[in-house]
T-cell receptor, first 112, second 115 residues
């Protein structure tokens, strides 16, 4: 899987929007962009994924740059429960295409 | 919402003992995975499993590790002779398909402590 770069940590106030950036300048045309998060003492949790167009679901929105070299996960109103490590992962086409490769992610701290 | 269930939540074992970690994936999912996370480190891929056979494994998944789907619902990870460095959180995951456009559902993990 191609490499992604994320800030080590970010802070947000509760009930404010949060924009979590991810750079993936070596992304190929067929790579999907996935986001997972890991709450303290929990397993990773799927958040959202996309290919080219912006995506929305009940948890978050994913904004993908036109050249696809970067993306942003948007939490519209952060809550204390959103404090977690957020992972941006590229999923490439391979013969197996079966594994996720986790980096160190962005640790999001949410304060009152 | 469907869940991946892992048992036990915490297991303590003596070095050299065999352990079996158990998982119940989501019922209509076809692909199953084990990951581990040593305290303070990244989540690492161990193995993927489909159609009753291993489809991919990492360097970590050596001869001491094995996986099995003994019936239609359980998926197990066995460590034959545990070492101190096997102490970690072990996460089971499943997915409906293996393609790039599918997400995984992870369980809450089993904390394995080898003493």
């Amino acid at each position: 899987d191609a490499k992604t770069t994320q800030p080590n940590s970010m802070e947000s106030n509760e009930e404010e929007p949060v924009h979590l950036p991810c750079n993936h300048s070596t992304i190929s045309g067929t790579d999907y962009i996935h986001w997972y998060r890991q709450l303290p003492s929990q397993g990773p949790e799927y958040v959202i994924h996309g290919l080219t167009s912006n995506v929305n679901n009940r948890m978050a929105s994913l904004a993908i740059a036109e050249d696809r070299k970067s993306s942003t996960l948007i939490l519209h109103r952060a809550t204390l429960r959103d404090a977690a490590v957020y992972y941006c992962i590229l999923r490439s086409y391979t013969g197996t295409a079966s594994k996720l490769t986790f980096g160190t992610g962005t640790r999001l701290q949410v304060t009152l | 919402e469907p869940e991946v269930t892992q048992t036990p939540s915490h297991q303590v074992t003596q070095m050299g003992q065999e352990v079996i970690l158990r998982c119940v994936p989501i019922s209509n999912h076809l692909y199953f995975y084990w990951y581990r996370q040593i305290l303070g480190q990244k989540v690492e891929f161990l193995v993927s499993f489909y159609n009753n056979e291993i489809s991919e494994k990492s360097e970590i998944f050596d001869d001491q590790f094995s996986v099995e789907r003994p019936d239609g619902s359980n998926f197990t990870l066995k460590i034959r002779s545990t070492k101190l460095e096997d102490s970690a959180m072990y996460f089971c995951a499943s997915s409906e398909a293996r393609g790039r456009s599918y997400g995984y559902t992870f369980g809450s993990g089993t904390r394995l402590t080898v003493v």
